[in-house]
Nanobody
Framework: QVQLVESGGGLAQAGGSLRVSCDAS????????LGWFRQAPGKEREFVGK????????DYAEAVKGRFTISRDNAKTTVYLQMNSLKPEDTAVYSC??????????????WGQGTQVTVSS
């Protein structure tokens, strides 16, 4: 079992920056991938990016590529999503999700509750 808790959401202006965190606990040694997702009201959840737990590989959605950066802090068992050059369309609830080595590719077993990010124009 893995528990994920997001934090750091808030209000930012367009063009600004914000960093959200995903703190993992429980069976963190079983985590292989950690992904970030977002969901705006009335819209379906979309993939933002992911990182291997080792921090050796990252992947980003085209909508955020070049603006968002995912990093892993091994000492804190924490993954960060650094969001720069924010746009109003980035407004959403941001959630992190974890998958293990046995999790089918493209799916995640554990989810956090999400943190709200609001970008004003």
């Amino acid at each position: 079992q893995v528990q994920l808790v997001e934090s750091g959401g808030g209000l930012a202006q367009a063009g600004g920056s914000l960093r959200v965190s995903c703190d993992a606990s429980g069976r963190t040694s079983s985590i292989y991938n950690l992904g970030w997702f977002r969901q705006a009201p009335g819209k379906e959840r979309e993939f933002v990016g992911k990182i291997t737990w080792s921090g050796l590989s990252t992947d980003y959605a085209e909508a955020v590529k070049g603006r968002f950066t995912i990093s892993r802090d091994n000492a804190k068992t924490t993954v960060y999503l650094q969001m720069n050059s924010l746009k109003p369309e980035d407004t959403a609830v941001y959630s992190c999700a974890a998958g293990t080595l046995t999790t089918p590719k493209g799916s995640y077993d554990y989810w956090g509750q999400g943190t709200q990010v609001t970008v004003s124009s």
